[in-house]
């Protein structure tokens, strides 16, 4: 009986690690495929998952999530004769691991050596100052030539950027000698824009300044005549008021003449050389019309 519970343990250690081994566990974001007899049986994804001992076998297990590829500046030549290094990064995601496991040995080189030979084709059509700035074109075309040539195997090519890309030392020198040159211009033209613009301001400050003056000179001389004018007609209201109050109050003849005595003397005050005496005032006691020159 002891003999049968020894066997019993010696067949369970050596079972047991036996089943534990055919336990597989695969984790998330991850895919394993499995062959049976050397023959592609199935794909495993994330979970718990049974190999048959000996008659199945996992060949390969691949990651599914988003991948990059950071390859190294590959030497191209554009259409005007420029050579130049091109650094470039494919990201990348696996979409089919069977295709991926038995449709090509070494995916990442085959990779690399596609996108350098598209970016020779796609910078061999095109000028330097092209190439420098077209990176969005040659981004797309890039990738729309990898994922072609990359979905039989099963990769998704979900995006491309070119990194650097980096001309010859005598093109750079002469870039910058260009750059500069350009901003030089580009400072002279913005202070001849400001020189003009402040031209323009002065002389359209001037000309607002030479019609408020006008218009002002116009605003007094209106005011001033509308003054003189108003002045001229009080007066003669004044004197058209006295007159007809002189004609109502009938006066007599002696209160006139002595109006008219005042109305001379006042002319005697000024510059005249000679007075007149209106012939009323011969009735005047001892008075006659005088003529008298004055200096």
């Known amino acids: 009986m002891e003999f049968v519970f020894i066997l019993l343990g010696i067949l369970i250690l050596i079972v047991l690690p036996i089943i534990i081994s055919c336990l597989c566990i695969v984790p998330q974001g991850n895919a394993w495929v499995v062959e049976r007899l050397g023959k592609y049986s199935a794909t495993w994804d994330?979970?718990?998952?049974?190999?048959?001992?000996?008659?199945?076998?996992?060949?390969?297990?691949?990651?599914?999530?988003?991948?990059?590829?950071?390859?190294?500046?590959?030497?191209?030549?554009?259409?005007?004769?420029?050579?130049?290094?091109?650094?470039?990064?494919v990201y990348f995601k696996v979409i089919n691991p069977p295709a991926l496991t038995y449709g090509v040995e070494r995916p990442i080189a085959a990779i690399e050596n596609l996108c350098a030979t598209t970016l020779r084709n796609i910078i061999g059509s095109m000028t330097l100052d092209e190439t420098l700035t077209s990176r969005e074109k040659i981004n797309n075309e890039t990738i729309k030539v990898l994922d072609e040539a990359t979905n039989k195997w099963g990769i998704d090519i979900t995006r491309v950027e070119v990194q650097n890309i980096t001309p010859p030392k005598s093109i750079q020198e002469a870039m910058e000698k260009q750059m500069k040159a350009e901003r030089e211009k580009r400072?002279?033209?913005?202070?001849?824009?400001?020189?003009?613009?402040?031209a323009?301001?002065?002389?359209?400050g001037e000309k607002e300044s030479a019609i408020l003056r006008a218009d002002a000179d116009r605003e007094?001389?209106?005011?001033?005549a509308q003054g003189e004018a108003e002045a001229i007609r009080a007066v003669a209201q004044a004197q058209?008021?006295?007159?007809?109050?002189?004609?109502?109050?009938?006066?007599s003849s002696e209160y006139l003449s002595i109006r008219s005595m005042e109305a001379a003397e006042k002319m005697a005050d000024g510059q005249?050389?000679?007075?007149?005496?209106?012939?009323?005032?011969?009735d005047v006691a001892s008075l006659a019309t005088v003529f008298r020159e004055t200096k």
Request: aromatic fraction near 2%; hydrophobic fraction near 45%; charge should be positive.
């Open 200 to 204: 323009i301001t002065r002389a359209e």
């Open 46 to 89: 994330a979970g718990l998952h049974l190999k048959t001992p000996v008659i199945e076998k996992v060949v390969r297990k691949i990651s599914m999530k988003e991948q990059v590829a950071d390859f190294e500046p590959q030497s191209v030549i554009t259409k005007d004769n420029v050579t130049m290094n091109v650094d470039s990064v």
């Open 220 to 224: 007094e001389r209106i005011r001033t």
């Open 240 to 251: 058209a008021n006295a007159i007809e109050l002189i004609n109502s109050a009938r006066p």
């Open 272 to 282: 005249a050389t000679k007075i007149v005496v209106p012939s009323s005032l011969q």
């Open 187 to 198: 400072a002279v033209i913005l202070a001849a824009e400001g020189e003009k613009q402040a």
